[in-house]
């Protein structure tokens, strides 16, 4: 049996959400906007990165819009279209943030599966820098700041790390999330009426970036403001847009990973009865963010499940 991240992950969420997506493979027949969204995002990041990977450079504007294109559905509806300009958008702002310039990293591979033994797993992006170091990297669409939000799945990173490890037979692997949060960035703004008219707006806490905000500034003659020059420490010193998470690794990592591979390969064999987990606020893990959640209370109220049914197909 193949033990794949995203297995091991439903599985310890909620046993019968992995019953619905693995034993019985339902997948819904339409996505929510988010997922959808974040569907987009690493679309396009694929589209772009295997540019770089064939070129050594990422591709003109011109081209990416035209590729992403493919990523619409046949006939798509305006809020497609809508979400597919939006997704673009970030991913180009993401591109000219990229941490490290074309002639500094190779691409590796971009969403292709590695196995070693049983397991297998499919990285975003895995990348050798010229130093000879080779980062594991997945893209994460968020809507907190980089000082927000929950830890991020640990046992994704081991997983990816050991698995690249194998592949090119090194220890110089490292893994990062690389959060790409869908927000644009604030533009500050001059008040144009009422009784601050001809003010600048607060900047003290503005949502932006040191590039935006640093313009501005001397555009308008600010550079004396001890607010302003704060703020721009703050933004110069942390992308609130565009971040790396990396994630810790010592000499017990790789042994925990195979000891939960261990320990969730023996309990899917093995599986007969897959109970719900009932979260009713986890965000995006609770109930009410599954899909699966119209079956369940299908079966939880006694209604109709092939009414319920209706909104699923079967993974081809």
């Known amino acids: 049996m193949s033990i794949s991240f995203s297995k091991m992950d439903t599985m310890m969420r909620c046993a019968k959400k992995y019953y619905y997506k693995y034993v019985e493979k339902l997948v ?60 673009l958008a970030l991913v180009e702002r993401y591109l000219a943030s990229f941490l490290w310039d074309g002639d500094q990293f190779t691409v590796l591979a971009v969403e292709e599966e590695f196995t070693y033994g049983n397991l297998k797993g499919t990285p975003d992006l895995v990348i050798r820098l010229t130093d000879g170091r080779i980062l594991v990297i997945d893209h994460k669409t968020t809507s907190a700041t980089v000082d927000g939000g929950e830890t991020t799945m640990r046992l994704q ?64 003659g600010l550079q004396d403001r001890e607010d302003v020059r704060h703020r721009l420490g703050e933004l110069r010193d942390q992308d609130r ?53 119209v079956l369940c209370e299908s079966e939880l109220y006694g209604y109709d499940t092939a009414i319920a049914l209706e909104e699923f197909k079967e993974e081809e």
């Open 241 to 293: 847009f565009f971040w790396l998470q990396r994630l810790p690794q010592d000499e017990y990592t790789e042994a925990f990973l195979l000891a939960r591979v261990r320990e969730y390969t023996a309990e899917l064999r093995e599986k007969r009865y897959f109970p719900m987990s009932i979260v009713d606020d986890n965000g995006y893990k609770s109930c009410d963010k599954c899909p699966y959640i």
């Open 28 to 87: 819904p027949v339409t996505d929510s906007a988010a997922l959808y969204f974040g569907t987009l995002v690493h679309g396009i990041c694929e589209i772009a990165f295997k540019y770089h990977k064939k070129h050594g450079k990422f591709p003109e504007l011109q081209y990416l819009r035209a590729a992403s294109a493919s990523l619409l559905p046949e006939y798509p509806a305006e809020e497609d279209i809508d979400l597919v300009v939006d997704a």
């Open 157 to 220: 990173g081991l997983l990816y790390t050991y698995l690249v490890k194998n592949h090119y037979a090194t220890e110089n692997v490292s893994f990062y999330f690389y959060y790409l949060r869908k927000k644009q960035p604030a533009k500050p703004t001059i008040n144009k009426s009422g009784a601050n008219k001809g003010n600048v707006g607060r900047l003290a806490n503005i949502d932006t970036t040191y590039e935006i905000l640093n313009e501005f500034v001397k555009q308008h």
